[in-house]
């Protein structure tokens, strides 16, 4: 299932920055991330954001692994009163008129708390909840999305189901 750009952008931010953090993570790879997905066009990351930032990443992660609906629009709800979504149209970098979520002056943890909060309402109440999820293998933490159109994704990646799937054939043949 592809969402609209203006969801999957978002939608994708989120899952990224909930695994980003799955580990300790450091000021330069913060610094990374953001640069690496444009979010410094005015503003840059400081080291103060490192803290506020990996917040952001566990409330994004309670809303990944909400079972219920209900949990998850409260979550989701939260993430949106929270955030200071401004949206906008504009025109930069040769890229046309496109639409923003806030202002690029802003903070880059506002910029973050904005897109992904509106990323994740925006799949909640167009697609399937269920669509937010985490990794059912063994000893991972990473969340998805998923995109597939029965909505049947159960890992993070290939990686973890192939060695799930491995575990389980060892688990039956020695049965």
């Known amino acids: 299932m592809n969402y609209a750009h203006y969801t999957d952008v978002p939608v ?10 799955n580990e300790d993570v450091t000021f330069e790879q913060l610094d990374e991330f953001v640069v690496s997905r444009g979010f410094t066009n005015s503003t840059v990351v400081r080291r ?5 930032v990996a917040a952001l990443a566990v409330n ?34 040769d890229g046309g008129v496109h639409f ?4 690029d002056e802003f903070p880059v943890l506002t910029k973050l708390r904005a897109y992904t909060s509106m990323g ?3 799949v909640a109440s167009q697609h399937d909840h269920g669509r ?5 293998a063994t000893g991972c933490t ?5 995109t597939t159109r029965n909505a049947s994704k159960r890992f993070c990646s290939a990686p973890c189901a192939n060695r799930t799937n491995v575990a389980s054939f060892r688990e039956r043949k020695n049965a």
């Open 12 to 21: 994708m931010l989120a899952r990224d920055l909930v695994n980003l953090f």
């Open 48 to 52: 103060r954001d490192l803290a506020d």
């Open 60 to 93: 994004l992660r309670e809303v990944f692994l909400a079972e219920t609906e209900e949990q998850k629009v409260e979550l989701i709800n939260g993430l949106l009163i929270d955030s200071q979504v401004e949206p906008r149209l504009v025109d930069h970098d």
């Open 100 to 103: 923003h979520y806030t202002s």
């Open 120 to 122: 994740l309402a925006m």
């Open 132 to 136: 937010l999820g985490s990794c059912v």
């Open 142 to 146: 990473n969340v998805f999305v998923d």
